[in-house]
T-cell receptor, first 117, second 118 residues
Framework: AQSVAQPEDQVNVAEGNPLTVKCTYSVSGNPYLFWYVQYPNRGLQFLLKYITGDNLVKGSYGFEAEFNKSQTSFHLKKPSALVSDSALYFCAVRDPRGSSNTGKLIFGQGTTLQVKP | KAGVTQTPRYLIKTRGQQVTLSCSPISGHRSVSWYQQTPGQGLQFLFEYFSETQRNKGNFPGRFSGRQFSNSRSEMNVSTLELGDSALYLC?????????????????FGPGTRLTVL
């Protein structure tokens, strides 16, 4: 069965420091991986995705993520955190095999990022 | 382009009632997916519609149903509401227009409908 794990409920970082939000996945074959961010009382905003190719993916707002197939990980990173980055972050996976999985994302439990001034 | 819109934004219902939520996807998007978000269970996939057909379904009871219209707008219905149905219901759209379903497309989410069941 497909699954996504975000091992940290909360990550605290000081403004200006680098941040990492961790994600590991379990999918047979080659997964499609996504990161989303959710601000209070808002829907999810797409940050970036990995489909194929370069393992380092760059996305919106200075975020990037590194796909590591051997460790089945897709950690979200940013070189310098901003207070405005404080939000709830979700990692998601889609099994690309078969048309029945096209619109279905499996989400991790989410990680709250707190960036302190 | 306008984003995904969901109506209403907030709903309060009582146990046993039924509710209908509406979602208008981004213009040109033909795939609409629905998710339930709760503090305990997180984000869970309900179902996906593409070209008026349910293409995928999550593990929810039959009280949860949906449909899609020819203009790609979608509705979901929950009958015989239970307290545990209180949640944020999110709709997401994507192009989903290739033969394989375009599964590499990211989904664009609406702001959600907050349902409270009393």
């Amino acid at each position: 069965a497909q699954s996504v794990a975000q091992p940290e409920d909360q990550v605290n970082v000081a403004e200006g420091n680098p941040l990492t939000v961790k994600c590991t996945y379990s999918v047979s074959g080659n997964p499609y991986l996504f990161w989303y961010v959710q601000y209070p009382n808002r829907g999810l905003q797409f940050l970036l995705k990995y489909i194929t190719g370069d393992n380092l993916v760059k996305g919106s707002y200075g975020f990037e993520a590194e796909f590591n197939k051997s460790q089945t990980s897709f950690h979200l990173k940013k070189p310098s955190a901003l207070v405005s980055d404080s939000a709830l972050y979700f990692c998601a996976v889609r099994d690309p095999r078969g048309s029945s999985n096209t619109g279905k994302l499996i989400f991790g439990q989410g990680t709250t990022l707190q960036v302190k001034p | 382009k306008a984003g995904v819109t969901q109506t209403p934004r907030y709903l309060i219902k009582t146990r046993g009632q039924q509710v209908t939520l509406s979602c208008s996807p981004i213009s040109g998007h033909r795939s609409v997916s629905w998710y339930q978000q709760t503090p305990g269970q997180g984000l869970q996939f309900l179902f996906e519609y593409f070209s008026e057909t349910q293409r995928n379904k999550g593990n929810f009871p039959g009280r949860f149903s949906g449909r899609q219209f020819s203009n790609s707008r979608s509705e979901m219905n929950v009958s015989t509401l239970e307290l545990g149905d209180s949640a944020l219901y999110l709709c997401a759209s994507s192009p989903g227009n290739s033969a394989s379903g375009g599964s590499y497309n990211e989904q664009f989410f609406g702001p959600g409908t907050r349902l409270t069941v009393l």
